[in-house]
């Protein structure tokens, strides 16, 4: 049969972000795809010789907007440990309630968007009207609404009270009776099954083997997240990773609906354990790093890892990033063949593309 | 670090990664770092049951290093991104963009080494040469104490 090549982005009507897949088609279905980067790349990881191991915290803030915190919270973890610096509790605490917020508000903007992704605005505008309290939150406890900025080598710079930490608590019980409330359409709706049951299938030997992260890992029935390291305060909070099994875009949508209420649960928990004391430890005295690490954190996408390497000056030698969607694009390669044409739009954003995060 | 860092040579860099295969390990990334004039470091991070192993690879620039995209499908994006931004070749590539996963033809340096290579001559030699293109400011942000020196064409 004759072959076709179709371009699929880098400007589709579907993607938040610019990338681009040279999608070879025979009849309706796919055969190959290539994918062709570049559009946003941005060479922070080179600001690392230009700016000190303090100032870099603002620079991996913005590589992506969604997950900035826990950008900063990698980096500043990778750097305490070169350093021997030990965070306070209170502050370990406080990372993963901020950590998991923004997780939350990753989840609800992405299935927003991949509502929108087979039609279903209203859906789309539903997830995204909850979404909105979770960056009050943000916003009131750390005083901005998507880069937080609350993260600092040693701890954090925010220390809210106690009555703050009740009003959060009260939001999340208005955040879940509503998220609840959508349970049913969002799982089990006629159409929305039409459109991911059985869609971009990754076996679960598939997931493991070419690198998948996150739900796209997890939704293929691999046990697998960063969090069950322990890092920051989870190692004291009982956590358990969500698993689906079946590999397909229903599966990473559920992992990614359960999560979120997982999530809630963990704040909660966060917040009703928070010792008191200091939330930052001080640096004076302290030499410049000298060493390398690599440490990893769990971004709403998946594993995120860093690798950082100082050589006892102001800015440090290395500073690379590893993010989630840039390991899930060589399972995307592998989903999309036998899928039609229609369904790429659905399965690309099933790995919940971040393409700012990709490039850097 | 924590973790092991195993040194391994480049004859013997594909074998051990099909090792860490059949052990179960999955790839998690390669981390480039410049170290000088004519050296690059390679790590490659594997990981099973959340525990992280290393093998380090030290490279000389202009001299080819072999894929492990065969064995590790996963390796592809990143290897070809180390291709782009410090300038080594990778032998027996998955898919290779030859450089241009990122940069475009106009990247006449390899941009994240302080002592920058000249990126290979590419099509666009001859009426709109890569060296043309630099001179005239498309070529990436240089920091201005680095050097150059030429290096042999990606396969």
Known sequence: ?360 | MREAIIPVQADALVGEAAKLKVQGYRLVTLSCTELDETSIDILYHFDKDLALKHLRLTARKGEPVPSISPVYFAALLVENEIQDFFGLAFEGLAVDFKGMLYLEEEAIKTPYCRFSLRRPATAADGENSAEDAGAQGAAPADDGASQSTDIPAAK
């Not at chain 1, 694009?329 to 790429?344: A, E, F, H, I, Q």
């Open chain 1, 1 to 360: 049969m004759r072959k076709t090549v179709i371009p699929f982005g880098p400007q589709h009507p579907v993607l938040p972000e610019p990338i681009h897949l040279k999608l070879t088609i025979e009849d309706e279905r796919i055969t190959e795809a290539v994918p062709a980067l570049g559009y946003v790349h941005r060479g922070l990881e080179r600001l690392a010789d230009v700016r000190d191991y303090h100032q870099m915290i603002q620079v991996v803030e913005r590589v992506c907007g969604i997950c900035s915190m826990i950008h900063a919270a990698c980096y500043c973890q990778g750097v305490e440990e070169i350093m021997g610096v030990e965070v306070p509790p209170r502050a370990n605490y406080l990372r993963v309630m901020w950590s998991e917020l923004h997780r939350i508000q990753s989840h609800l903007l992405w299935m927003g968007l991949f509502a929108d992704s087979f039609g279903f605005e209203s859906v789309f505008m539903q997830f995204w009207r909850i979404r909105e309290r979770i960056m009050d939150i943000s916003e009131a406890t750390t005083g901005n609404r998507v880069i937080v900025s609350v993260n600092v080598i040693g701890g954090v710079r925010r220390n809210p009270d106690a009555e703050q930490l009740r009003w959060v608590l009260n939001q999340l019980d208005w955040v879940e009776e509503e998220f609840r409330r959508l349970e049913a359409t969002m799982l089990e709706d006629y159409t929305v099954k039409k459109r991911t049951v059985g869609k971009g299938v990754l076996s679960k030997a598939q997931a493991y083997e070419l690198g998948a992260a996150g739900p796209t890992l997890r939704g293929s029935g691999v046990a697998q997240d960063a969090r069950q390291i322990g890092y920051a305060a989870y190692g004291e909070l009982y956590f358990e990773p969500v698993v689906e099994t079946d590999g397909d875009c229903y599966a990473r949508s559920k992992v990614r609906f359960r999560e979120t209420l997982a999530s809630i649960d963990l704040i909660r928990r966060a917040i009703n354990r928070l010792p008191d004391g200091e939330v930052r430890t001080k640096l004076k005295g302290k030499d410049n790093p000298v060493g390398e690490t690599v440490t990893r954190v769990e971004q709403p996408r998946g594993e995120l890892l860093y690798y950082l390497k100082g050589k006892g000056e102001k800015t440090l030698d290395r500073v690379r990033i590893r993010t989630p969607t840039f390991a899930n694009l060589p399972p995307l390669l592998v989903m999309l063949p036998g899928m039609y044409l229609s369904d790429v739009p659905v399965v690309t954003l099933s790995i919940d593309p971040c393409i700012s995060c990709t490039e850097r």
